[in-house]
């Protein structure tokens, strides 16, 4: 955490904050007003262009050419989220400390030891050269709106107001950046957990153990302030949308109610305001889709076109490596030096070294650089993402494609960070790929978390999309993805962290037992909240039980499975099983077992090896413990919450401006519709939930339907910042169609943007 010596940094940052505060009155914005507000004169377009609102700021776009559709994109995401993108912007450069002082020094001397944009030169260079006119395009739409309102304080974003920041202009080279910053590998909010246990005497036993039962990673924690050192990634996990968790399946039309294809999912993203996601529309003679995009980049990542539909999760790929370089000689070193500017403190001058293995991420705080440490050894990470990849262009293809081969050959550029895409099309077909680049290491899982330099020979041979498992059009008539381990296997090693089976086989199940799937189904399953897996685990904790007439024992085994807000019994096996756990493993071993995704799977793998007598004594224990927060709170809901806040509620005092709600949430770690959490030991709340959801029927052009968990727009006085929040709760999405006629029948509302005479 920081230190006395970042003292007059934060207290200038408070004062910065706390003036700010003071002197931006937040301004209440009806839907009309915020549309009102959108710079319609002299863009830089060839002829106008329409922008057609519904009532929840969804755009739909309409334009005469590509090159004018990118600019009116260009402009809704800048209208839309400006903020956010400034701020993601800061942090894919590796200058937060511009923003925010001094505290965030050793953020950004680790996100320079990553050099995100290490590629973006190369990569700019390599774009073909459609890409590079949409993206030029798309940053004139941005720069458009940033020059309308950079000279008026007043209309910038509130969070730019309170930190005195004004807006500044884009490149296609900040683009291609940023978008490094959302494609950062998954595992590397697995490492910081689990790079500490490897000064234990059994750590070898333990990483095989974890690579033998375990699922993922570890949960993001929240915290009140900046964090310093090993929290560091957790938190840039945190506040900038690390897919960890999503559901996607499609349904051929042999299996479908109608006769047509249908695709949904619901990505699990940090619950943060405004979202990760921005819903848009786009329309010209040779671009047609509407679905979810990331905040500054110009492509649907999850949508439908007029042939096909397609969606995702997050592979969890093995998209780096870790290599001891401690012998590596000075003469195959590379060393830099990076100036970190701060604001309200001295610049900060750090020296980084790179290798053929990557950089030394030793050196970065985030992984004990800087500090007085034991460790010995040094570390380098290769990541795909240091490679140049285009994952811009593969999506335009992908949006482009008529079939599945199209869809497949679209998606062979795409690298990072690596998705497991569901596919279905109006002829009733549906398939699944992997969109990913891997180097061709042998599939079985590494002997330990840190290689030697001998095994990078893998990395000179990289496979991509058409070298990786595909189904297409199996005989069940459906496929499924829950960021699980993908069937069939693959020739290269894909992941060394799934997630466990719970939710793939959930999909599976009910999908199984429909003869005829249809859209209330599929509806239903994204806020589904029962989990098989519990069930199995309180069976094997019943037994330990002596006193089967005690309120506990009751309220467990009539306990159904299901995770709803109300029930008795998901809150008591949750925290039993934490006190159970701790009873058995104590302190220092639970660090294992919360070094994955799904404690669960660890627990239950050691339970046959452990004497009856020790754990019915250990569940002894466990009960004594648990009595006391099982008097306090009754049911799940009153410890399982969910925070509606924005990044700026960590704030002490302050921040309360920046929170929207604290409700009860359904769901647990590894229902369908997931609110992720650690082990259960008190009130909590969901380090991840179900925060976009989507369906398509492949046969209704229109039949498009969306809801987040939040709301469109990212300005905080707005009528579309947290609108939705009923939507979601009731499962009632909003229809967005495809077909230009049936927008502008339903969208109350049109802005024409006007070129430059």
């Known amino acids: ?280 529309g786009l329309h010209c003679p040779t671009m047609n889709a509407v679905g979810y995009m990331l905040p500054g980049l110009p492509a649907v990542m999850v949508g439908r076109s007029p042939d096909i539909a397609w969606g995702g999760t997050s592979l969890h790929a093995a998209s780096s490596d870790l290599f001891d370089v401690t012998d590596l000689p000075d003469a195959q070193r590379q060393r830099r030096s990076e100036t970190i500017h701060q604001r309200w403190g001295k610049s900060l001058t750090v020296e980084v070294t790179d290798t053929e293995w990557g950089p030394i991420l030793t050196e970065a705080p985030a992984f004990g650089g800087g500090k007085k440490s034991t460790e010995t050894k040094q570390f380098a990470v290769r990541w795909v993402g240091h490679q140049v990849s285009d994952e811009i262009t593969a999506l335009l293809a992908a949006a482009r494609a008529t079939s599945f081969e199209a869809f497949q050959t679209a998606l062979k550029g795409f690298a990072v960070a690596a998705q497991n895409m569901v596919y279905a099309d109006t002829r009733g077909n549906i398939g699944q790929l992997m969109a990913a680049r891997l180097p061709s290491r042998p599939a079985q899982r590494p002997d330990d978390m840190i290689l030697p330099m001998s095994e990078l020979v893998p990395w000179q041979h990289m496979v991509d999309t058409t070298g990786l498992p595909t189904i297409y059009n199996p005989p069940e008539g459906f496929v499924a993805s829950a960021n699980n381990r993908p069937a069939g296997g693959s020739d290269v090693l894909v992941s060394c962290f799934f997630s466990p089976d719970d939710r793939v086989e959930r999909l599976r199940k009910r999908l199984t037992g429909e003869s005829a799937v249809n859209h209330t189904l599929l509806s239903e399953l994204q806020r589904d909240i029962h989990s098989d897996t519990a069930i199995t685990v309180r069976d094997k904790l019943l037994p330990l039980m002596a006193d089967t007439q005690s309120e506990l024992y009751q309220s467990l085994s009539g306990w159904n499975g299901d995770y709803d807000t109300d029930s008795r019994g998901a809150l008591v096996f949750e925290h039993l099983l934490y006190q159970f756990a701790l009873a058995l493993h104590g302190e220092d071993d639970l660090a294992i077992l919360t070094a994955n995704w799904d404690p669960r799977s660890l627990i239950l793998a050691g339970l046959a090896a452990i004497p009856e007598a020790k754990l019915k004594q250990a569940m002894t224990n466990a009960i004594g413990k648990a009595e006391k927060l099982l008097n306090k709170y009754q049911r799940w809901g009153d410890v399982h919450r969910l925070r509606a806040h924005h990044p700026l509620a960590v704030l002490p005092l302050l921040g309360r401006r920046w929170r929207f709600g604290e409700m009860p949430i359904a769901g647990a770690n590894e229902t369908l519709m997931k609110s992720a959490h650690g082990l259960a030991s008190d009130k909590h709340y969901v380090g991840m939930s179900s925060t976009a959801r989507y369906l398509f029927d492949l046969g209704d052009a229109d039949s498009n339907w969306f809801v987040m968990l939040g709301g469109q727009d990212g300005h905080p006085g707005s009528g579309a910042f947290f609108d939705q929040l009923p939507l979601w709760q009731q499962n009632t999405p909003l229809q967005f169609p495809l077909r230009l006629e049936s927008v502008k029948e339903r969208f109350a509302h049109c802005s024409e943007i006007i070129p430059t005479n």
């Open 1 to 280: 955490m920081p230190g006395f010596k970042d003292l007059p940094g934060i207290a200038a940052l408070m004062g910065r904050l706390v003036i700010g505060h003071l002197t931006t009155p937040r301004q209440t914005l009806s839907v009309e007003q915020r549309i009102q507000s959108l710079p319609l004169n002299n863009a830089p377009i060839a002829a106008p262009i329409h922008i057609h609102w519904n009532d929840q700021l969804v755009p739909y776009i309409d334009a005469a050419s590509e090159a004018d559709l990118a600019v009116g994109l260009g402009i809704v995401h800048a209208h839309l989220r400006l903020a956010q993108i400034e701020f993601l912007r800061y942090v894919s450069q590796g200058r937060v400390a511009e923003l925010v002082g001094p505290i965030a020094g050793d953020i950004d001397h680790s996100l320079r030891v990553l050099n995100l944009g290490k590629t973006t030169p190369e990569a700019l260079a390599a774009l073909p050269e459609e890409t590079l006119r949409w993206m030029e395009s798309f940053v004139a739409g941005l720069n458009h709106v940033v020059r309308h309102i950079r000279n008026d304080r007043r209309q910038w974003p509130e969070e730019l107001q309170i930190l005195g920041v004004a807006p500044s202009e884009w490149t296609v080279a900040d683009i291609l950046t940023l978008s490094r910053l959302n494609s950062a590998d998954f595992t590397w909010s697995v490492w910081p957990r689990l790079l500490p246990l490897r000064s234990r005497k059994d750590w070898l036993s333990l990483w095989r153990h974890l690579m033998k039962h375990g699922g993922g990673p570890p949960l993001p924690s929240e915290t009140g302030a900046l964090p310093a050192g090993d929290e560091t990634l957790d938190w840039l996990g945190s506040l900038f949308g690390k897919p960890g968790g999503s559901n996607a399946v499609a349904v051929s039309s042999a299996r479908s109610e109608g006769g047509t294809a249908k695709l949904s999912g619901d990505p699990h993203l940090p619950m943060i305001l405004p979202g990760f996601w921005l819903l848009a």
